[in-house]
């Protein structure tokens, strides 16, 4: 909050104003996403899709995306199927367990119509193959998440 003195040019006596610059703009929280991703090349396109619109981290393997939603502050999920330590549909399925709010788009190489219904089976809300292509992925972020 502002207090500032502003002479009122009509009457010799001054006006005081009270401006909130917080509460004239809208406040509004970047949303981030958690990319479950082993690959760093697959990981470097995503940052290149996302940079603009979404913040985002990265998990390394399944079990390190559970842990890292566990400790919260994700809106979204994209989830490699094939990883070490815990693959993507061990992961999923765990994560639904404990949040099954939570939006978890599964990434494969694999675009056959058995791989999509293993990953919604898992608890996937949508599914993306690989190669991803930017306009789909934010397209499909934004049905769940926005903008």
Known sequence: MYLFNEPNHYNSTAIW????????????RMKTILVAEDNDSNYILMTYILRRDYQFKRARNGQEAVDMVEEGGFDLVLMDIKMPVMDG?????????AHPELPVI??????????RQLALKAGCDDFL??????EK????????IGK
Not at 17 to 28: D, I
């Open 17 to 28: 104003k009270r401006t909130n610059s917080e509460s004239t703009k809208k406040q509004t």
């Open 106 to 115: 599964a990434l494969t190489a694999n675009a056959f119509e058995s791989d």
């Open 129 to 134: 193959s690989k190669p991803v292509s930017s």
């Open 89 to 97: 549909l061990e992961a999923t399925a765990k994560i639904k367990e």
């Open 137 to 144: 992925c934010l397209a499909l972020i934004a049905k769940f």
